[in-house]
């Protein structure tokens, strides 16, 4: 370990790991972009890494990056010690613009990373410093890829033709000519297999989910948080002990119990069914955001004349609209993307939630880019509402967590 906290020695390691790691990320993208198959090269990312760690270490570092980048970009379209095997016959152009990204892609977070760093010995703070920036920059790529791949593959897939997909089914790449007939997946979901019927469905029965869910957990929470009551610690912390629970468990009843009082198959019994999977959780985040308002505000409502009812309504939940919002984003989340009960309640195609209709895809029968299509209308919706909405979520759930 001493050994490596030498400036020099430092240096060169994490350049050679972090070429590494984007050649490995450059590689990927020329890959599902163009269709061609790239690979990192171990010589060459050895090699070039060396040398962007040395030009970083000992050139200035406001220029650095951008000579860095040049110096491999250019190495990358000429040299045989490329960090990148392309297949042959790639275009230029493509081939400069990989080399571009590799180059910027290498030189500015590198020079971050080593930003501080001299040739000689190292103090810990400052070795520990630039190892913490390198794992922090292969953590977001890592994170980055997860979220981002899967995805692009859905997309990629969905706009694919039958032909294209037999032809080569690890293309990734989008033929942007063919115009709108790149969307005909999408046309064909809404005009032969029902999907706006279905989109309808599960936006209604996750609305009125919300509805109900905050009508029994609104009043439930508020008054764990605020009145008192025998058993009020106990239920208090049984509110989740219904989560221990698999629902797996549960199907079999509740499809038995469906099926004698003739709900099965009926959206109704969906949306009777649906809220007690969200109450618990409801009340369970709303309480302790209760707990964290001020009474001191609610007791002034109760000398002013208000009810109980009164201040519930006039000051308790204006004050809660944050986590109403993120509770409400949360249950909705719940009931769109629920299948299970859905799967096993649901036979009419005429009645089916949107994952079921997703679910109805998966067959030999339909063309692969349906399925990746209709999973993609499934996520937009709800992806498009969590990031709208997404500064309410995060201020209910972090508020009232240092009090109850």
Request: hydrophobic share 55%; aromatic share 12%; glycine share 8%.
């Amino acid at each position: 370990m001493n050994a490596l906290r030498h400036g020099l020695v430092t240096s060169l390691l994490l350049g050679v790991l972090w070429l590494m790691v984007v050649a490995t990320t450059v590689a990927v993208v020329i890959s599902f972009t163009t269709g061609d198959a790239a690979r990192p090269a171990l010589l060459g990312c050895v090699v070039m890494g060396l040398v962007a760690g040395l030009l970083t270490l000992f050139i200035n570092h406001k220029v650095a990056a951008w000579v860095i980048g040049l110096a491999l970009a250019i190495a990358f379209v000429y040299s045989p010690l490329s960090p990148i095997v392309l297949a042959e016959g790639l275009e230029s152009s493509r081939k400069l613009i990989a080399g571009i990204l590799l180059g910027v892609s290498t030189a500015i977070p590198l020079e971050y990373m080593l930003r501080g760093l001299g040739p000689g010995k190292l103090t810990r703070h400052v070795f520990e410093e630039a190892v913490i920036r390198f794992l922090l920059g292969v953590g977001y790529i890592f994170f980055t890829a997860i979220v981002l791949v899967p995805f692009y593959v859905m997309v990629m897939t969905s706009l694919k033709s039958q032909q294209a997909l037999l032809k080569n089914p690890l293309d990734f790449s989008i033929d942007f000519t063919q115009g709108t007939a790149l969307f005909r997946s999408y046309f064909e979901l809404f005009t032969q297999f029902n999907f706006g019927q279905y989109l309808w469905t599960s936006f209604y029965v996750s609305v009125l989910t919300v509805v109900i869910t905050l009508l029994f957990s609104v009043p439930g929470a508020y008054a764990v948080a605020r009145l008192e009551f025998r058993g009020r610690a106990a239920f208090s912390r049984s509110i989740l002990l219904i989560y221990m629970v698999p629902l797996i468990v549960l199907a079999l009843p509740i499809y038995i119990v469906y099926s004698m009082t003739g709900l099965r198959n009926t959206v109704s019994g969906l949306i009777l069914i649906y809220p007690v999977t969200t109450i618990p959780v409801a009340l369970y985040m709303l309480q302790g955001y209760f707990r964290g308002l001020p009474e001191e505000v609610e007791e002034a409502g109760l000398m002013d004349g208000l009810s109980r009812l009164k201040v519930i309504w006039k000051i308790t939940l204006p004050l809660a609209l944050p986590a109403l919002v993120s509770v409400s984003l949360y249950i909705f989340m719940i009931a769109w993307n629920e299948f299970l009960l859905a799967f096993m309640l649901l036979d009419d195609p005429n009645k089916f939630t949107l994952t079921r209709g997703v679910s109805m895809l998966n067959s030999s029968e339909i063309p692969r880019q349906h399925l990746m299509a209709g999973s993609v209308i499934a996520t937009v919706p709800v992806m498009v509402l969590f990031l709208t909405l997404e500064r309410f979520m995060t201020r209910g759930l972090t508020a009232g967590s240092v009090k109850g």
